[in-house]
């Protein structure tokens, strides 16, 4: 069946519906004017068909409009002007985009046309399958030699074998097929497919090439890496389509320089969480300035206050980094620094925005709003050891930000807000700790307040002496009844088995219903059971870190109140996988291992609605310390110990950490591990070191200080601080 659509004729196997119809214009608009569009679509495969069969007859068209131009060029140059005279050619002043010129008897020469780039169309959605459904239904069409490509992982057309002690890992063939490239081991990546690429015969079963099937088909007759030849024509492709990981891929900003390129993005809220969550990156001082000028190109007169922003930032950036290395960052302190107005406004539109959560200290995130509603362009800043780390997104110009690096949107520092709770640091510490937070002002959790020195050591979480400082945070809030809904979150069943006996005890005293998570558990089961308990009495849900709660902790619990983190769940670095990926990733490596674990985390420490969260590291982890560098590394100062008048409980833990700047934190770790016994003359030339390797980071200053002054240290000493130096730990 032909179906016309604004002069363009679309074939389909039946008669669309109204609103199908409706998302037929506008996926044309969206075309003809080189916009982007978010639909969702990916459930539904006739309407696949429908949007697909625009897409390709667009298109078509355009190259037959493009083949025209070609053929007639000479002919354009000969007469120029005087080509309107002529009753066969029609010559039009305008792109064909915006006259909607399809419908074209003998011939059309369009002026502006030569300049407009070739059009590709990138499709992105948020499943490898649904690429693989899109790939499949466009075949169906029968649409030839409009190049199709669909990126997908390596795991998805890889032709090698793993090894037995990979295959129960995730993104395991990733790893092992990036090893063997690097190493060049690969048989299948080799230069055949650049020969390829060059015959004429593989191209022509490149433009054929339309599904996933089919290319792996070919490669394997070829005996060529189906991944590696198929992003060698990414170039040429009209139509890619792809998840929302390959849309942060280099290449396609760099095809973006090429040609015009229209994004169809499926699912939009996924598609902009995806952005802040896989693109983040550091940007220095020429890194700024290059973002100043995109922004002036792109964005209009309204975002000029995110320039200035900026040229503020590069003036005072000593300031900033010192503001940065504070345990708590005062976000009203920063803007004063930046000479950028806060005010009673912004804090409000961060209050009545239900769509954006609290921010935490691993990630300094703050905002600008006073944009239109329609228009909205956030910025996000993340510190890693003075680093600038900024994210730039446009609702209404996802793809134009190519030009300067982009990604993501959250909102403001809480401390704006001024509520009388405890900050956090959401870092690793590697003590033993007990942390809480708390989020309303309504809560009181002690009468008297004293201070006191953490000096004990939990070789292992499962001790009966770290459980107890567990049980004594429940009990406490069970007494105090200040929550309904409790989940408690573990990092394996294992140590869920070892907490449930001390939390069963407590039933003996208290009434509270206790339901535990295990292996087999059904999420929806689990919910709704823990839901209607909530609702009767106190209920404490005891789960792990990897369960089904912790993806569902975003829907609507209004009856969860109180969450308990217990540990950092680090994957297992000893693993052969694990060690490639960090290799493979490089100096972002250790940056990668963290990040694994505090995305977990980040899912559930930050809902709106709790009221309090308990965070707790034990020191198995204190082996992890070899691989973190200075931003990592944070000094536990002190801890608090809140002295209750109830007679019921003895006393709660809690930790307060304090970050302080970076030669501060040498001389204490100095002074507390008594790690190098300096003079005091030596602890000068030390710390001249160090501070002078924190500001420039000049290691060839570093080597001449050493050279000159390393005979004042004893060999040990010597030792110690070259290991210290090196690891770049400090």
């Given at each position: 069946?032909?179906?016309?659509?604004?002069?363009?004729?679309?074939?389909?196997?039946?008669?669309?519906?109204?609103?199908?119809?409706?998302?037929?214009?506008?996926?044309?608009?969206?075309?003809?004017?080189?916009?982007?569009?978010?639909?969702?679509?990916?459930?539904?495969?006739?309407?696949?068909?429908?949007?697909?069969?625009?897409?390709?007859?667009?298109?078509?068209?355009?190259?037959?409009?493009?083949?025209?131009?070609?053929?007639?060029?000479?002919?354009?140059?000969?007469?120029?002007?005087?080509?309107?005279?002529?009753?066969?050619?029609?010559?039009?002043?305008?792109?064909?985009?915006?006259?909607?010129?399809?419908?074209?008897?003998?011939?059309?020469?369009?002026?502006?046309?030569?300049?407009?780039?070739?059009?590709?169309?990138?499709?992105?959605?948020?499943?490898?399958?649904?690429?693989?459904?899109?790939?499949?239904?466009?075949?169906?069409?029968?649409?030839?030699?409009?190049?199709?490509?669909?990126?997908?992982?390596?795991?998805?057309?890889?032709?090698?074998?793993?090894?037995?002690?990979?295959?129960?890992?995730?993104?395991?063939?990733?790893?092992?097929?990036?090893?063997?490239?690097?190493?060049?081991?690969?048989?299948?990546?080799?230069?055949?497919?650049?020969?390829?690429?060059?015959?004429?015969?593989?191209?022509?079963?490149?433009?054929?090439?339309?599904?996933?099937?089919?290319?792996?088909?070919?490669?394997?007759?070829?005996?060529?890496?189906?991944?590696?030849?198929?992003?060698?024509?990414?170039?040429?492709?009209?139509?890619?389509?792809?998840?929302?990981?390959?849309?942060?891929?280099?290449?396609?900003?760099?095809?973006?320089?090429?040609?015009?390129?229209?994004?169809?993005?499926?699912?939009?809220?996924?598609?902009?969480?995806?952005?802040?969550?896989?693109?983040?990156?550091?940007?220095?001082?020429?890194?700024?300035?290059?973002?100043?000028?995109?922004?002036?190109?792109?964005?209009?007169?309204?975002?000029?206050?995110?320039?200035?922003?900026?040229?503020?930032?590069?003036?005072?950036?000593?300031?900033?980094?010192?503001?940065?290395?504070?345990?708590?960052?005062?976000?009203?302190?920063?803007?004063?620094?930046?000479?950028?107005?806060?005010?009673?406004?912004?804090?409000?539109?961060?209050?009545?925005?239900?769509?954006?959560?609290?921010?935490?200290?691993?990630?300094?995130?703050?905002?600008?709003?006073?944009?239109?509603?329609?228009?909205?362009?956030?910025?996000?800043?993340?510190?890693?050891?003075?680093?600038?780390?900024?994210?730039?997104?446009?609702?209404?110009?996802?793809?134009?930000?190519?030009?300067?690096?982009?990604?993501?949107?959250?909102?403001?520092?809480?401390?704006?807000?001024?509520?009388?709770?405890?900050?956090?640091?959401?870092?690793?510490?590697?003590?033993?700790?007990i942390y809480v937070k708390v989020k309303s002002k309504n809560i009181n959790i002690v009468e008297k307040v004293n201070d006191y020195l953490l000096d004990g050591s939990f070789q292992y979480s499962s001790t009966p002496c770290y459980l107890k400082h567990i049980q004594l945070v429940v009990q406490y809030f069970i007494l105090k009844q200040q929550s309904k809904g409790f989940v408690i979150f573990v990092p394996s069943y294992k140590f869920l088995s070892n907490i449930t006996s001390f939390i069963e005890k407590l039933q003996k005293f208290y009434t509270f219903n206790l339901i535990i998570d295990s292996a087999v558990s059904k999420f929806d089961e689990l919910v709704q059971q823990f839901q209607y308990s909530s609702s009767q009495q106190q209920t404490i849900l005891l789960t792990v870190f990897s369960g089904k709660f912790q993806q569902g902790v975003f829907l609507d619990f209004s009856f969860v109140q109180l969450i308990l983190l217990v540990s950092i769940p680090f994957l297992p670095i000893h693993e052969f996988q694990i060690q490639e990926k960090m290799k493979y990733y490089g100096d972002s490596g250790t940056y990668w291992y963290h990040w694994q674990a505090f995305s977990k985390l980040q899912q559930i420490f930050f809902r709106a609605s709790d009221q309090v969260s308990i965070f707790l590291v034990d020191q198995r982890y204190q082996q992890m310390k070899t691989l973190l560098k200075t931003r990592y590394i944070h000094v536990v100062t002190s801890s608090i110990v809140f002295q209750n008048t109830d007679q019921q409980i003895q006393q709660t833990t809690c930790q307060s950490i304090n970050l302080i700047n970076t030669k501060q934190m040498m001389i204490q770790k100095i002074q507390l591990k008594k790690r190098l016994e300096l003079m005091a003359e030596q602890a000068v030339i030390f710390n001249d070191m160090w501070q002078h390797w924190v500001i420039s980071n000049d290691e060839a200053y570093i080597k001449t200080i050493w050279k000159t002054s390393q005979h004042q240290f004893t060999p040990q000493q010597q030792k110690m601080i070259k290991l210290l130096f090196d690891s770049k730990l400090m």
């Open positions: 069946m032909k179906i016309i659509i604004d002069r363009l004729e679309c074939d389909l196997p039946n008669q669309p519906n109204s609103d199908m119809l409706i998302t037929m214009k506008n996926v044309l608009m969206s075309l003809k004017t080189q916009s982007n569009i978010a639909l969702e679509f990916e459930s539904d495969q006739y309407k696949n068909l429908v949007i697909l069969s625009v897409i390709v007859s667009y298109i078509s068209k355009l190259k037959q409009i493009q083949e025209l131009v070609m053929s007639h060029i000479n002919i354009y140059q000969r007469v120029c002007l005087t080509i309107l005279d002529r009753d066969d050619i029609y010559f039009v002043q305008s792109s064909v985009y915006y006259q909607h010129i399809f419908d074209i008897e003998k011939f059309v020469i369009i002026e502006k046309f030569l300049e407009l780039k070739q059009v590709t169309i990138i499709i992105t959605t948020k499943l490898t399958q649904s690429v693989k459904q899109l790939s499949q239904d466009i075949k169906k069409l029968g649409v030839k030699n409009i190049p199709t490509i669909s990126l997908i992982s390596r795991q998805n057309l890889c032709f090698q074998t793993l090894k037995t002690n990979l295959l129960d890992v995730e993104d395991s063939l990733d790893i092992y097929c990036s090893y063997l490239v690097k190493n060049q081991l690969c048989q299948y990546k080799s230069d055949k497919h650049i020969l390829l690429q060059k015959d004429n015969y593989s191209r022509q079963c490149k433009s054929q090439i339309q599904d996933i099937d089919e290319l792996v088909q070919f490669t394997r007759e070829k005996q060529i890496c189906p991944y590696y030849f198929n992003q060698s024509y990414l170039e040429q492709a009209d139509i890619i389509f792809c998840t929302y990981k390959y849309f942060f891929d280099e290449r396609i900003p760099n095809i973006a320089k090429q040609k015009q390129i229209v994004l169809i993005i499926n699912e939009q809220n996924d598609f902009i969480q995806t952005c802040c969550d896989q693109y983040n990156f550091q940007l220095n001082i020429k890194d700024i300035q290059k973002l100043i000028i995109a922004i002036k190109q792109i964005l209009k007169n309204e975002y000029l206050p995110i320039v200035q922003l900026f040229q503020n930032i590069i003036k005072v950036q000593s300031k900033f980094v010192d503001i940065f290395q504070q345990s708590i960052v005062d976000a009203k302190l920063f803007f004063e620094h930046i000479n950028y107005p806060v005010d009673q406004k912004i804090i409000q539109s961060f209050k009545n925005d239900k769509n954006f959560y609290l921010n935490n200290n691993f990630y300094k995130v703050l905002v600008i709003s006073q944009f239109p509603k329609d228009e909205q362009v956030y910025f996000k800043i993340l510190n890693q050891s003075g680093q600038l780390i900024i994210t730039l997104v446009d609702s209404k110009h996802v793809m134009k930000p190519f030009v300067g690096k982009y990604a993501s949107i959250i909102l403001l520092s809480a401390s704006l807000q001024k509520q009388q709770f405890l900050e956090y640091n959401f870092s690793t510490t590697f003590s033993s700790l």
